[in-house]
């Protein structure tokens, strides 16, 4: 009977946590890739974590506050796009003064990057063939920084990618669509909840058995005869 009660507060649990991750992937704003786009490719450097698919629905550079970390950005053309043309017009721009941030429940917002406790300083652009240009990334954290995720690459577009400031990897739904760690991370939480709720109920009736002897958790100890 009490497996049947904990199966059911786990099962409660994992639907609700679920669906409440379910429910925030309607606030993500609907974007498209835009014709003429970059691929983006990254090569970490001295980063805390790297994590991606299947578990996560694109590549997440995680580095702790306090370090520095770097990437090797790799960019072709996308759908035979000429990458030296949309060089020179100006499609791909290395500007990282504004980022957009993903903050919890599947949110973005576009923040100065002054204001996040993070510097990015970028190399000089090269442009090694005409389907290849690189450039390096160095990525300062403050021990200060905000902790949350942002998004170094194209939303919706191939090579999209997360740097994340923390200690572990943004599971949370991601483009308006859950990741696969996202209902992981939701079955761990529903798991807790039923072990918390176990835990309190055990205790619980243990001290209705020892009131229904007359027997008090106090007085346990007291009442033993002398040995």
């Known amino acids: 009977m009490k497996r049947t009660r904990y199966l059911v507060v786990f099962l409660i649990a994992v639907l609700t946590v679920v669906g409440v991750e379910f429910a925030s992937t309607s606030l993500w704003?609907?974007?498209?890739c835009p014709a003429g786009v970059l691929i983006y490719s990254y090569t970490p450097h001295g980063f805390q974590t790297v994590v991606g698919p299947p578990l996560f629905s694109v590549p997440q550079f995680v580095m702790a506050p306090g370090t520095i970390a770097s990437l090797t950005v790799a960019l072709s053309p996308y759908d035979s796009n000429n990458l030296t043309q949309l060089i020179n017009r100006g499609s791909y721009m290395s500007d990282y003064r504004w980022i957009e941030?993903?903050?919890?429940?599947?949110?973005?917002?576009?923040?100065?990057?002054?204001g996040t406790g993070i510097s990015i300083t970028t190399s000089k652009f090269v442009q090694e063939s005409p389907d290849r240009a690189v450039e390096n990334l160095t990525i300062v954290a403050s021990p200060g920084a905000d902790q949350t995720s942002y998004d170094l690459g194209g939303l919706d577009c191939p090579g999209?990618?997360?740097?994340?400031?923390?200690?572990?990897?943004y599971w949370e739904p991601f483009i308006g669509s859950l990741q696969p760690v996202t209902l992981l991370v939701s079955v761990m939480i529903a798991?807790?909840?039923?072990?918390?709720?176990?835990?309190?109920?055990?205790?619980?009736?243990?001290?209705?058995?020892?009131?229904?002897?007359g027997l008090s958790p106090t007085s346990v100890g007291t009442n033993r005869a002398p040995s």
């Open 29 to 32: 704003s609907t974007h498209s």
């Open 101 to 114: 941030r993903i903050d919890h429940i599947n949110t973005v917002s576009l923040v100065p990057l002054t």
């Open 160 to 169: 999209a990618v997360l740097l994340t400031v923390g200690y572990l990897p």
């Open 191 to 213: 798991g807790i909840i039923a072990t918390v709720y176990a835990f309190g109920e055990n205790i619980i009736l243990r001290r209705r058995t020892q009131r229904t002897a």
